[in-house]
């Protein structure tokens, strides 16, 4: 009787790394089309005499597994963050101000509408398109009081967007917290501003 072969270690790895060889353009490929994209734009400011706001623009196609998430009922949450720095040559960057916006996205199915609800404002829509394109917008908010801002100085207005996980429910962040589906987030080019606001017109109390 003919005792096993034992396998040869050496010839046992090289065709393990043929292997993965072989798969990984496959699974690099399924990675790259579930990944996505969020472009954003430039952060637009508006000085007001009361204070500094920032309106806010992302764009991105909903990924499949988020529109099946959230037609099963899962709402999704937008996370957008803008604060305001000022540079120091002598030191690390000061956070002025800072605020920021969450904005929930969520599919009623009796009545076939998506509800986009930012604090208590709420508003419905007949399509998917409709409410993304509100999610994508952030229109001025408010980031720093005027009293915390000096005349003449430069500051720079930075931020960032993204699909906020931990406000899903607890077994939910667990199973797709590595899923490059849910990892949608991007951060805005930053802008430079002088602050110089118009003077208030307000009349004296």
Same mark, same amino acid.
């Given at each position: 009787?003919? #005792?096993?072969?034992? #396998?040869? $270690?050496?010839?046992?790895?090289?065709? !393990?790394?043929?292997?993965?060889?072989?798969?990984?353009?496959?699974?690099?490929?399924?990675?790259?089309?579930?990944?996505?994209?969020?472009?954003?734009? $430039?952060?637009?400011?508006?000085?007001?005499?009361? +204070?500094?706001?920032?309106?806010?623009?992302?764009?991105?196609?909903?990924?499949?597994?988020?529109?099946?998430?959230?037609?099963?009922? !899962?709402?999704?949450?937008?996370?957008?963050?803008?604060?305001?720095?000022? +540079?120091?040559?002598?030191?690390?960057?000061?956070?002025?101000?800072?605020?920021?916006?969450?904005?929930?996205?969520?599919?009623?199915?009796?009545?076939?509408?998506?509800?986009?609800?930012?604090?208590?404002?709420?508003? &419905?829509?007949?399509?998917?398109?409709?409410?993304? &394109?509100?999610?994508?917008?952030?229109?001025?908010?408010?980031?720093?009081?005027?009293?915390?801002?000096?005349?003449?100085?430069?500051?720079?207005?930075?931020?960032?967007?993204?699909?906020?996980?931990?406000?899903?429910?607890?077994?939910?962040? !667990? &199973?797709? +917290?590595?899923?490059?589906?849910?990892?949608?987030?991007?951060?805005?080019?930053?802008?430079?501003?002088?602050? &110089? #606001?118009?003077?208030?017109?307000?009349?004296?109390?």
């Amino acid at each position: 009787m003919t #005792p096993p072969q034992v #396998p040869d $270690p050496a010839r046992r790895r090289g065709l !393990i790394t043929l292997g993965l060889a072989a798969t990984a353009p496959l699974w690099l490929a399924c990675a790259t089309v579930r990944a996505a994209t969020v472009d954003a734009q $430039p952060l637009s400011v508006e000085q007001d005499s009361d +204070g500094l706001y920032a309106s806010a623009t992302v764009v991105f196609a909903l990924p499949r597994a988020l529109e099946d998430a959230l037609h099963r009922g !899962i709402p999704l949450y937008f996370l957008t963050q803008v604060s305001v720095v000022r +540079g120091r040559w002598w030191w690390f960057d000061e956070k002025v101000a800072s605020a920021q916006m969450l904005t929930r996205l969520l599919y009623q199915p009796l009545l076939e509408t998506y509800r986009v609800s930012t604090g208590a404002l709420q508003k &419905n829509y007949g399509t998917l398109e409709e409410a993304l &394109n509100h999610v994508q917008h952030v229109l001025h908010l408010k980031v720093a009081e005027a009293k915390d801002l000096h005349v003449g100085l430069a500051y720079q207005v930075q931020g960032s967007f993204e699909l906020d996980l931990s406000q899903l429910p607890r077994p939910f962040q !667990i &199973n797709v +917290g590595s899923q490059a589906d849910w990892q949608l987030q991007a951060d805005f080019p930053p802008t430079r501003f002088v602050w &110089n #606001p118009p003077q208030s017109t307000a009349s004296p109390g």
